[in-house]
């Protein structure tokens, strides 16, 4: 869900991305993946912009990736091999902040072989410059994930200014989404409880993965529950894994747990 909100943010807003990342303002389109690589390694996280003269590629992270590096190396060769001409900019945000080395890694090293690539920790960017900007609007909170509530509240009083209704709601509604990050849904709910969301695209898919959770949740609640009932009425472990879906090692905690 993250990775398409902030998908749908990058083509939404290409201009924003553009002087927010590279400085420059220009006109960016999007590159859609399956007419960009004929075979990408994940064309469902490729987002691609580009003008004339430059593309812009994206790669947007939760967590830590230890492959990131040669990915970006292989995207960066198709990509030259494709447009030889353009300047390319190759950038990772990453969302969630974490002291794992890997966030600050932004060079492929082998051999003779040195591929570099922009590393952006949004905790470490300034949230006042994301304010400026009603596109990069849903990321100010994980900018200072410290400081959540308060600039959350400040995202709201922004988003109330903007006059187009349903553009109101897809930017509340990302922010909503990617401020889960950092603070619990409770709060977020709260603070943007007055904001129409509810016509948007991105809410109606953060709704449904949200019941989707909850049904995945009351299954298993439901499976382990009958998983007790069998084992105490002394059934094989095996056909109680058969039965009810849970595997070994749910079914051993189940087991330690009534001993």
């Known amino acids: 869900m993250y990775d398409n909100v902030c998908k749908y943010l990058a083509e939404r807003f290409p201009g924003a991305m553009g ?35 430059h593309i812009l590629h994206l790669e ?19 990509l030259y091999r494709k447009y030889p001409g353009v300047r ?27 591929h570099r690539f922009q590393v952006v920790r949004l905790w470490e960017v300034d949230a006042e410059r994301l304010l400026g900007e009603e596109g990069l609007l849903p990321w100010v909170v994980l900018a200072e994930p410290e400081g959540g509530e308060r600039r959350l ?3 709201r009083e922004r988003l109330e200014r903007i006059s187009d ?13 990617l401020a889960g990050l950092a603070l619990d849904r409770g709060v977020i709910q709260q603070i943007l409880g007055d904001v129409d969301m509810k016509e948007s695209v991105i809410y109606q898919a953060w709704r449904q993965e949200a019941l ?17 009932q069998l084992l105490h009425m002394g059934m094989d472990p095996q056909q109680v894994m058969t039965i009810t879906g849970l595997s070994q090692d749910e079914l ?8």
Do not use: K
């Open 165 to 177: 209704r349903q553009l109101r709601a897809e930017l509340g509604a990302a922010t909503a989404v």
């Open 19 to 53: 002087r927010w990342l590279l400085g420059l303002d220009l006109p960016l389109v999007s590159l859609p993946p399956t007419e960009l690589i004929p075979a990408p390694i994940r064309a469902d996280s490729l987002i691609c912009l580009h003008s004339t003269t």
């Open 60 to 78: 947007f992270q939760t967590h830590p990736d230890p492959e990131m590096p040669v990915r970006m190396l292989d995207y960066a060769v198709r």
């Open 212 to 228: 989707q959770e909850g049904l995945e949740q009351g299954r298993l609640v439901e499976a382990r529950r009958i998983a007790r």
């Open 153 to 155: 509240r400040q995202v």
């Open 88 to 114: 390319l900019h190759q950038v990772v945000v990453y969302l969630r902040q974490t002291s794992s080395p890997q966030v600050y890694q932004g060079c492929f090293e082998q051999a003779n072989t040195v």
């Open 252 to 259: 051993n905690q189940l087991s330690r747990q009534q001993n």
